[in-house]
C-alpha cells in the first residue's frame, strides 16, 4: 500500500508568535503546490492559534506537541483535545523522549493521551524509540514493542488511518547523529510487522515516521527505506529553507 509521506516540524520550546508568523510567511511559498507531501508544524502551545490564521487556506495542517487526557478539569496549565481542535490543530504529537524522560509520561499515559485526540477527531503522532545503552544491550527490538503494546493499548483498527507512529532513537534526538538508513530501517521494519499483527490490513495505512537529526542533507537516504514513511524534524525544522528542502526530498522519495 502506498502511504502518503508526512514531514511534521516539532518546534519544542521554540518561537514566540511573531516568529511562527514569520516562519509561515517564508515557509508556505516554498512548499505551495508541492505534491505528495503532507506537512505538519507544531508550535508551542501560545502560538497555535496565530500559526493556525496564518496557515490558513494552505494544505499545511496544525500540531500540538503534547495534550492532556482529560476532557476538563482541575488540571492547572494543561490543555484537553477538545481545546487543540478549538484552535485548528488536526494533529498532536504524544509520548515524545523529552516528554517520557523529563516529564516521567509513561506508555499507559501516552496511550490515554492518543485515545483522547482520537476520541476528538484529532490525529496523534505516538513517538516511540531507544536510548543509547538499551541498544548497545541489544534490547532495541524488545523495548520498541514494549513501547508500542503499552502506548497503543485500547486503539483499535478503525483507529488506523488517523494514527501515525514516530520512531526516534533517543540517542539520535537533537544531538546532530543519525541512524543509517539500513539501521532505521530495521526497526521500521519491524514496527511495520508490529501494526500489522496488531490492526491486521488496516494497520498499513499507519504511517511510521523517522526521528533524529533528520536535515536536508540525509532526509533522500532516509525517506528512500521502504517502511519510512515520513520524518519527524527537530533542529532542521526552525528554518523554513532546511525544512522545505527536507519535504521537497520527502515529495521525490
Ligand atoms: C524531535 O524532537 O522529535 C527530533 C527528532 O529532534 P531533532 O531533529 O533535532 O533530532
Known sequence: MSRIPLLAAN?????????????????LPQVAGLAGVEIVL???????????????????????????????????????????????????????????????????????????????GLRPIVCLGETLEEREADRTLSVCEAQLDGSLAGLEAGHAEDLVVAYEPVWAIGTGRTATPETA????GFIRRFLGQRFGSAGDSIRVLYGG????????????QPDIDGGLVG???????????VCRSAAKA
Request: charged share 20%; aromatic share 6%.
Open 235 to 245: 533542529g532542521a525544522s526552525l528554518e523554513p529553507e532546511s525544512f522545505a528542502m
Open 185 to 188: 530501517q530495521e526497526v521500521h
Open 42 to 120: 507544531a508550535p508551542p502551545a501560545t502560538a497555535l492559534q496565530a500559526l493556525g490564521e496564518a496557515l490558513a487556506g494552505s494544505a499545511v495542517a496544525l500540531s500540538a506537541q503534547n495534550v492532556n487526557a482529560e476532557a476538563s478539569g482541575a488540571f492547572t496549565g494543561e490543555v484537553a483535545a477538545a481545546m487543540l481542535a478549538d484552535v485548528g490543530c488536526r494533529y498532536a504529537i504524544v509520548g515524545h523522549s523529552e516528554r517520557r524522560t523529563l516529564y516521567g509520561e509513561r506508555d499507559t499515559d501516552v496511550a490515554a493521551k492518543a485515545r483522547a485526540l482520537l476520541a476528538t
Open 11 to 27: 518546534w519544542k520550546m521554540h518561537k514566540t508568535v511573531a516568529e511562527a508568523r514569520a516562519f509561515a510567511a517564508g515557509f
Open 213 to 224: 537529526s533528520m536535515k536536508p542533507d540525509n532526509a533522500a537516504d532516509l525517506l528512500a
